[in-house]
């Protein structure tokens, strides 16, 4: 299969808000620089970004400070955040949040006196999360978008990155090869600076969040290059995911602000639990939660859709239909009738707190390569706060954006050769299930089976035995999924999609297994049957690793760098 | 509600080969599905992928109605894929799914989004901002402006109205449902820079719409782009232009580059967010108007072809039985404004059938004076009978209804009227002028 070769200064992976804020930053401080935006679905419809319930975390009022927000948030990581990152992040949220309004145009709730409204979310200290209904993420994206429109940058619609290309060293980033899906080519585009922004989205697991084209692409496409990554064991489960048996709309959330409003959780003997768990109950920060409701399900007290139920009717239906139209209407639309009636729920997978390893500026462990948002790890340590992940997504593909103009002013724009038959080997490599015969391998079944076994042995709660036992499992599934044979013609095959998508699943599986089987201890969104407690002298470290030569993560710990502030602070902090 | 056995549906996809090209044709499956209420159209067609046939495509992303990626036509509805169930169609019904219309399919299910993103670009629908402040602007959330806007922002550019629309396919300059709707909420918004640009741009657009609430009814965001259309036209009414209509080539010279600032002074009102009430006429640039293009008067006569000998009979003017007229003076010819129009209200009574009334009209009333003639206009626009008003700036006369113009000879300009304004009778007896009020 031929391909076509284009030239960019520079590339931009994903087209969530960290994405296009970047490209609007860079464009904004140097409009010569020829930008180009690959997303793998339509013009700003793909990501997590546009699917933000909640809000944003910002520092706004003069009774909250910077301070504050960064405790919060360290706390909430169980102090294994990178400092520096997670105060870059609170600092640089206040000017984001307002530039958001001021010079894209997007229109957050108000006060009744005219300013800008905050409420209340989990973890916090001070009221500060900034929102738009309970749609936040379409009207950021939706501007946003605009805002592309309106500049000279190039996107690429449905087009995805199957590979980063590399010098001959591998130390330096020359671009990505890229699949145009509807007409189903190969794409090379050559890029003097490259951004991953894909967003991870673990899907890996059999309930999740995300949508289902969100297949942690940018995280394995890291891995493969070399990039060197941390915190891989750190996987965050929302607590209230809605259960709609055989539905692809299973796992989608019921917002946190249910609970925050007093919303209780029953289990399948109709009782309430969460006083067995955490003084706060339901209010409880979401890693408690979600591993209560999880542990009450394997201790065979599950209601008989298999998870627990949440009960927001006892606040009064009017309350409930007044204060979460949306949540209602999307229970609704499968029978569950929230403001009367107790739903049923589940954990479900919801963010990867772990990602390339970056500084503040977004510079990785490879030139000429920026990781920004959800592909990026250390912002939020071991368990993110509601409201900070959009945060992080916005604030730092703002700063990557500055990061990538700036990069131009000291670097040439033409990279360095892309190492010779590279671009051939990946070619070959993703064709391959065209070209096979025989009995074939059913993808969709490879993907299932992928999912259950990383949500039972390596989910919300694991243990050394079963996360053993699940390497041999997801070495199984990989040998499989090269026995997958994709039929069709070459122009939107979704099969041939959900094979890439599977192929990525997979690497990051393997990751996440061998990080959290390094972690012996509870911390935050890591949880061990065999470790159940969190263990201060010997946990204070982060995860880092890289592809090995044998085709697994190679890894290495070390301590965490209490740059700003103690272990000790961080403990006392009190929200 | 719940099936407890299930049902099993047979379901017609639309199948299109760009390999192979021609008209397409369907495909028919049979799905037994346990829980209908459980199952949306999406999961409909993951299953038929999954278990019947690999090579089906169809489009989707976020499976929770705020992306817009899956929207489709079911059974003859334009809809979300992923908002839609199975039990929302009668369990004896078969499900027929289609791609959208009006859009280029690319395979199966999938259609081309981009001219309907190149409409999109084209109604300028970033913001714009109006000064370079640092603070997020204080503007009430019960401000006139706000409140005008409603949830109008909440679009997801899905096309569900755009397929459903039946004008787009007639009017290749109609922009269509939702990029009018995003310029409606941008026009309102206070904080935004490019208010006559963008106006500019949409408004002989919103003289395609024929009001038929098809956008409205299949809206997943529940938003009524019928709403932001006639907004416009009622914005264009209140804030009329001083110049007269350019020739489009130089409408197109004049019109800004994207990203470039080409803000007029804002009026007092509209900075302070009071949005559809200012009478922003003093401050309005001259030279920049083009609102009724000619394609429009061209459309306008081809409905009064086809529509007026219809509705001629029924709406305006003749009367099937024959009445006495009652002349009703309307002032001194002599007041009235040379080569001007002047509205003048009527007051009379008026026998209906069993009972008399007391009427109120308003009449225009135009006095040439090179010809030395009088011309009397009803008031009511040929149209739906709204009130026309003369515009003085633009010199025509204009419905806030439907967004008809009509010329000062009476004859349609632009928008949905069917025939000329319908003219009154009347005679001038010693320099009082009456008027023949049937």
Not at chain 1, 405 to 410: E, P
Not at chain 2, 91 to 106: A, G, Y
Not at chain 2, 146 to 167: D, K, L, N, Y
Request: net charge negative; aromatic share 8%.
């Amino acid at each position: 299969m031929s391909h076509e070769t284009l030239k960019t200064d520079i590339l931009i992976l994903g087209m969530g808000a960290a994405g296009q804020l970047a490209a609007l930053y860079a464009y904004d401080a140097n409009p010569d620089l020829k930008i180009t935006i690959v997303t793998k679905a339509l013009k700003g419809k793909g990501g997590c970004s546009r699917m933000v319930q909640g809000g944003l975390n910002v520092v706004l009022n003069d009774s909250d400070s910077h301070e504050k927000h960064l405790m919060d948030t360290l706390k909430g990581g169980q102090y294994v955040n990178d400092q520096d990152l997670a105060r870059t992040l609170v600092e640089e949220a206040t000017p984001t949040i307002k530039e958001m309004e001021t010079r894209f145009g997007c229109f957050f709730d108000r006060n009744p006196d005219g300013t800008i409204h905050q409420k209340p979310f989990a973890g916090q200290s001070f009221d500060r999360t900034v929102h738009k209904g309970d749609l936040t993420g379409i009207e950021m994206i939706s501007r946003t978008t605009e805002q592309i429109m309106k500049r000279d940058i190039q996107v690429l619609e449905e087009c995805r990155a199957v590979d980063l290309l590399t010098d001959d060293s591998g130390d330096e980033v020359t671009g990505a090869l890229m699949l145009d899906m509807k007409q189903g080519r190969f794409v090379v585009i050559e890029a003097a600076a490259t951004l991953v922004a894909t967003g991870g989205g673990p899907t890996q697991y059999s309930f999740h969040a995300p949508g289902p084209e969100k297949s942690v692409d940018g995280l394995a496409m890291l891995y493969r290059a070399g990039v060197r990554l941390r915190d891989m064991e750190m996987i965050q489960f929302h607590p209230t995911g809605l259960i709609i048996p055989g539905s692809v709309v299973a796992g989608s959330l019921l917002e946190e602000g249910l609970r925050g409003a007093g919303a209780h959780l029953y289990n399948g003997e109709g009782k309430r639990y969460m006083h067995k768990y955490d003084p706060a109950e339901e209010r409880a920060t979401r890693d408690v939660v979600s591993r209560s409701a999880f542990l009450e399900m394997l201790a065979g007290r599950a209601c008989v859709e298999g998870g627990i139920q949440i009960d927001a009717a006892h606040m009064g239906a009017e309350f409930v239909l007044k204060n979460f139209p949306g949540m209602a209407a999307r229970c609704r639309q499968f029978g569950y009738d929230l403001a009367r009636e107790r739903v049923p729920i589940s954990p479900t997978a919801h963010f990867v707190m772990g990602g390339a390893d970056i500084d503040k500026n977004c510079h990785t462990s490879l030139r000429r390569l920026f990781v920004a948002g959800e592909d990026s790890g250390g912002v939020h340590g071991g368990n993110r706060l509601g409201g900070n992940g959009i945060c992080e997504s916005a604030v730092y593909g703002r700063q990557a954006g500055k990061s990538l103009a700036r990069f131009f002013r000291t670097n040439s724009s033409t990279p360095p050769e892309t190492a010779p038959g590279l671009v051939d080997e990946l070619k070959k490599k993703f064709t391959e299930p065209f070209g096979r015969s025989g009995s074939t391998e059913d993808v969709f079944q490879l993907r299932r089976q992928l999912q259950e076994c990383n949500w039972k042995k390596v989910g919300v709660v694991r243990n050394g035995q079963d996360m053993e036992s699940a390497i041999g499992e997801i070495n199984f599934l990989k040998e499989e999924s090269k026995k997958v044979k994709v039929t069709g013609g070459d122009n939107y095959n979704m099969v041939w999609n959900t094979y890439i998508d599977l192929t990525n699943m997979i690497d990051v599986s393997d990751m996440v297994v061998a990080s959290a089987l390094a972690r012996k201890e509870s911390r935050a969104a890591h949880y061990r049957s065999d470790f159940p407690d969190q263990n201060d002298e010997i946990g204070l470290f982060n995860t880092y690793l890289t592809l090995g030569d044998n085709g697994l993560p190679t890894l290495h710990s070390e301590p965490v760098d209490f740059k700003y502030k103690s272990a000790e602070e961080c403990r006392n902090h009190k929200k | 509600m719940a099936q407890e056995q299930g049902n099993t549906r047979k379901v017609a996809i639309y199948r299109y080969d760009p390999t192979v090209g021609g008209d397409g044709h369907y495909d028919h499956y049979d799905l037994h599905i346990e829980d209908e209420t459980n199952t949306t159209i999406l999961d409909v067609l993951l299953r038929i992928q999954r278990e019947q046939d690999s090579t089906l495509a169809f489009r989707y992303a976020c499976r929770v109605n705020m992306c817009g990626s899956c929207a489709v036509v079911i059974n003859g509805r334009e809809g979300l894929a992923c908002k839609t169930n199975v039990s929302d169609f009668a369990e004896s019904k078969d499900l027929t799914i289609r791609p959208l219309n009006h859009f280029p399919v690319v395979k199966d299910l999938v259609v081309d989004m981009g001219p309907f993103f190149e409409k999109y670009e084209e109604c300028l629908p970033f913001f714009e901002p109006r000064d370079m402040s640092e603070e997020p602007a204080i503007i009430r959330p019960d401000s006139i402006e706000r409140r005008a806007i409603g949830f109008s922002t909440e679009c997801i550019a899905c096309g569900c109205c755009v397929s459903s629309c039946t004008m787009v396919n007639y009017h290749d300059g109609y922009a269509g449902p939702a990029p009018l709707n995003r310029a409606f909420t941008l026009l309102l918004d206070s904080r935004d820079a490019l208010y006559e640009e963008r106006l500019d741009r949409v408004l002989q657009s919103c003289y395609n719409c024929r009001t038929e609430f098809n956008c409205t009814e299949v809206c997943p965001k529940e938003i009524s782009c019928t709403r932001s259309i006639k907004f416009i036209q009622r914005l264009a009414i209140k804030e009329p232009f001083r110049a007269k209509a350019k020739s489009k080539a130089e409408a197109a010279a004049s019109a800004p580059a994207h990203g470039e600032n080409v803000a007029a002074e804002p009026c007092a009102a509209h900075a302070s967010g009071e949005a559809g009430q200012c009478g922003c006429d003093e401050n309005l640039d001259t030279g920049r108007r083009n609102f009724l293009a000619k394609v429009t008067v061209g459309l306008g006569a081809v409905s009064a072809l086809t529509v007026g000998g219809v509705l001629a009979s029924t709406f305006v003017g003749q009367s099937l039985d024959k009445k006495e007229p009652v002349w009703v003076p309307a002032g001194k010819l002599g007041d009235l404004k040379e080569g001007d129009v002047t509205t003048v209200n009527l007051r009379y009574v008026e026998n209906v059938g069993f009972y008399n009334q007391e009427r109120v009209k308003p009449v225009m009333i135009y006095r040439n004076q090179e010809e030395d003639k009088v011309v009397v206009y009803d008031s009511r626009c040929t149209h739906l009978g709204c009130s026309v008003h003369w515009d003085a700036r633009q010199k025509l006369f204009l419905c806030a209804c439907h967004g008809g113009a009509f010329e000062l000879d009476g004859s349609v300009k632009a928008g949905p009227p069917p025939r000329p304004l319908a003219t009154l009778e009347h005679r001038v007896e010693n320099g009082n002028i009456l008027i023949a009020m049937v």
